[in-house]
């Protein structure tokens, strides 16, 4: 099933490129998988959802056997479980479970993007490659500026600010941690919600649910339900 126009990867080429190689270590690791996976999409992955939706949640970067096996951000892999549910159980998303890129979800008022677009090696990006990937999260930002951003674990958290020309030092990760950037936009922090953090309970169901609604409601989607 296609995806409405706001669903779908058609983004301006400043927030994403399909062909990018900038990053050599990531471009080299993207052939590899190629070869092992010719199904794979084994390509930058795109942003899913709304272009001017009021709420982005900003992820790691695509997962081997996850986005970047289908295509979409946290489609098809573990985190994806805990994320989707939670948006649909927010009214944020048109069912709980993510398969496949051509299934039928579709978001409401919200976007996904990564921190960095390309799968890394161990799911572990570089220092050099989360900056160099960092114009396109940039671009995105600082053309639709939504309400509020939900950033998924520390290395979003940098991101988000260096994309946003924001001292890193000024604004301290930690999970639940909100933050009042300049032009209005709220930063909430969530630990990722990766297979290790919610198996080893770093992160809980509950305390995601949490966590989103609040970001939900700091884009004035929901009501805030941490109290």
Known sequence: MSQPPSQQSSWPRAWFNPACRLCPRLAAFLDEIRLQHPGYHAAPVAP?????????????????????????????????????????ELGLGSQPESSAADDALVLSACRISNA??????????????????????AAELAEARPRAILALGKIAHDATLRALSLRIAAYRFGHGAEHALPGGTTLVDSYHCSRYNTQTRRLTTDMFREVLARAAARAGLADDRSH
Not at 51 to 74: E, M, Y
Not at 117 to 136: H, I, M, Q
């Open 48 to 88: 899913f959802g709304a272009r001017d939706a009021p709420l982005v949640i900003v992820g790691l970067a695509p997962g081997k056997h996850g986005a970047n096996r289908t295509g979409r951000p946290f489609t098809g892999d573990f985190a994806g479980i805990l994320l989707y549910r939670s948006l649909h």
């Open 116 to 137: 960095v677009k390309c799968v890394p090696p161990d799911n572990k990006p570089n220092g050099a490659e989360v900056r160099t990937c960092n114009r396109y999260l």
